[in-house]
C-alpha cells in the first residue's frame, strides 16, 4: 500500500488495489519522511499563529474601536490558521503511523514470498501460495501444500491488516479535512468607496424595537442579505459593526460586478446578557416580526435571492421563524455561531424551503452549548447532514480544535465574524 486512499472505500476511488505486488513495492520510508514534513509544517503554523496573537495585545498605546477592530481581525485570522497547523500535525502523525504499519507489514511479506521461492511455490497477487512441481514428489508433496497453505494465510492476513490500516488511516485524514477551517485569504478592501465606485448609500429606519440598518438599494439588487444579531445587539452603539460590515459586503460585490444589498435586522429586543440569551423568549416575540419583514422584502423585490444570516442569538430568531408557520421568505439561510436552532441542519432546500448552511470560528466559546442532539436553543447546525464516518469524524475534531484554540488563549472567536471583513455571506 503506503499510498493512503484519500478518497475513501466503496466511492468509486481510483486507488489500485492492494496486493502482494504493490506491498512490496511501496516507499514506506518516503511514506514516513512526507508524515514527518507535514508535522513540522504545522508546527510552524502553529508558531507562527501563536506570535500573530500575541502581537494583537495592542497595550495603553493603542486603544478604541479601531484597536478593537484590529484586533478581530487578526485574531479571525490566527486562530484558523491555529486550528489547520494542529490538523496537519495530526495528519502528519496519522500518515508515520501508517508508514510504520506498511514497513511492518513489507517485512511479513518479503519473508513469507522468500520462503515461498526457496520451496520452489508461485505467489499469485491477491496472496494465494501455490506449490511447484515439486509438488508431484511423494515424499515432498504433502510438506509443500502444508507450507503453501501457511504461507497463503500469512499473506491474505497481511493484505487485510494493509487494507484495514489503509481504509482507518484515510478515514481519519478525511476526518481531518473535513473538521479543519479554511485558511483565510489575502484582505479584502475597506468600504472607503475608493476605485471608482462610490460609497455605498445607508439607510437607518426604526421599527417597533429598535433600528433597521440597509445598505444599497433593496429594490434593484440581485441579492437581499438579512443579517439577524444576537446578545446585546439591542444596546446604543450596537448597529455601528453592523453596519460597517453591511457596507464592506456591497461594496466589495460592486467592485466584482454584481448588485446586492444588506439590512441589519435589529427591530427586536434583543437579550442585553447570556443569561437572558439562554432563554427563549425574545426568539419567539422576535420570530414573527422577522416573517414579516421578509414577506415586505419579497414585495418590494420578487426577484432578488434572498437570504438571511442569523448571528449567535440571532441564529435562534431565524430558526423559530422558519419553525413557526408560515416559514420565512429566504431562498437561503446561514447560521453564524449559533447556540442551537429548532431546525435541521445542513438541508439542502427543496420547494418552499431555503437552503441552510452553518459556520462556526475556530474556538468560538458558543459551541459549548449546543450539541448534534441538542443544546440551548436545539440541535447544532454544524451536525453533519449525513452518517458517514469521515463526517462525524470531522465533527468531533472540529469540536476538539475549538478546545484547542481556546486553551492557547483565543477566547474572543465569537465575536470575529462581523469585526472580519473576509467572513462573506
Known amino acids: 500500500s503506503g499510498d493512503l486512499n484519500l478518497q475513501g472505500s466503496g466511492r468509486g476511488a481510483l486507488m489500485p488495489p492492494v496486493t502482494v505486488d504493490t506491498i512490496r513495492a511501496s516507499d514506506a520510508q518516503g511514506l514516513s519522511n512526507a508524515g514527518h514534513n507535514v ?25 478604541g474601536s479601531a484597536a478593537e477592530a484590529a484586533s478581530h481581525a487578526a485574531d479571525s485570522s490566527s486562530a484558523p490558521v491555529l486550528a489547520t497547523g494542529l490538523s496537519l500535525v495530526a495528519g502528519g502523525w496519522v500518515t508515520q503511523a501508517h508508514s510504520r504499519v506498511v514497513e511492518a507489514v513489507q517485512t511479513v511479506v518479503h519473508s513469507a514470498c522468500a520462503a515461498a521461492r526457496s520451496a ?6 491477491d496472496g494465494t501460495v501455490t506449490p511447484g512441481a515439486l509438488v508431484s514428489v511423494p515424499a515432498l508433496g504433502t510438506a509443500l501444500n502444508a507450507l503453501a497453505g501457511a504461507l497463503s494465510a500469512v499473506l491474505r492476513a497481511a493484505l487485510a491488516f494493509i487494507r484495514a490500516s489503509d481504509a482507518g488511516s ?17 484582505p479584502r478592501g475597506l468600504p472607503t468607496g475608493l ?57 466589495e460585490a460592486a467592485k466584482q460586478g454584481r448588485s446586492i444589498a444588506v439590512v441589519a435586522w435589529h427591530d427586536y429586543n434583543a437579550p442585553s446578557n447570556l443569561v437572558a440569551g439562554a432563554t427563549p423568549f425574545a426568539s419567539r416575540e ?11 422584502l419579497r414585495a418590494v423585490n420578487p426577484h432578488a435571492e434572498l437570504k438571511v444570516i442569523g448571528y449567535s442569538y440571532g441564529s435562534a430568531v431565524v430558526g423559530t421563524a ?24 445542513a438541508s439542502s432546500g427543496g420547494s418552499g424551503h431555503p437552503m441552510v448552511s452553518a459556520r462556526s470560528a475556530p474556538g468560538d466559546l458558543i459551541s459549548g452549548t449546543t450539541g448534534p442532539w441538542g443544546g440551548v436553543h436545539g440541535v447544532d447546525p454544524m451536525r453533519p447532514k449525513d452518517d458517514s464516518a469521515s463526517s462525524w469524524g470531522g465533527y468531533a475534531w472540529r469540536k476538539l480544535l475549538d478546545g484547542y484554540v481556546i486553551s492557547r488563549g483565543e477566547l474572543d472567536s465569537h465575536s470575529s465574524y462581523v469585526a472580519d471583513p473576509q467572513v462573506t455571506p
Not at 508535522?39 to 486603544?63: I, K
Not at 476605485?195 to 440581485?222: K, L, N, Q, Y
Not at 419553525?323 to 441542519?345: K, L, M, Y
Open 170 to 186: 484515510s478515514t481519519a485524514l478525511q476526518a481531518l479535512v473535513a473538521g479543519s477551517p479554511a485558511i483565510p485569504g489575502p
Open 322 to 345: 422558519i419553525a413557526s408557520s408560515p416559514g420565512v421568505e429566504a431562498d437561503a439561510v446561514e447560521f453564524w455561531g449559533s447556540p442551537g436552532t429548532p431546525i435541521q441542519p
Open 120 to 125: 520452489g511455490c508461485m505467489v499469485s497477487p
Open 39 to 63: 508535522v513540522e509544517l504545522g508546527e510552524v503554523l502553529q508558531a507562527r499563529a501563536e506570535e500573530a496573537l500575541e502581537a494583537t495585545h495592542w497595550g495603553p498605546s493603542w486603544q
Open 286 to 296: 422576535a420570530a414573527p416580526e422577522l416573517a414579516s419583514f421578509q414577506r415586505d
Open 195 to 251: 476605485g471608482g465606485h462610490a460609497p455605498a448609500s445607508v439607510d437607518i429606519s426604526f421599527g417597533s424595537a429598535g433600528p433597521v440598518v440597509t445598505v444599497g438599494d433593496v429594490a434593484s439588487a440581485e441579492q437581499v442579505i438579512t443579517l439577524v444579531s444576537g446578545v446585546g445587539s439591542s444596546e446604543p452603539g450596537a448597529t455601528e459593526k453592523t453596519t460597517a460590515w453591511a457596507r464592506t459586503q456591497v461594496e
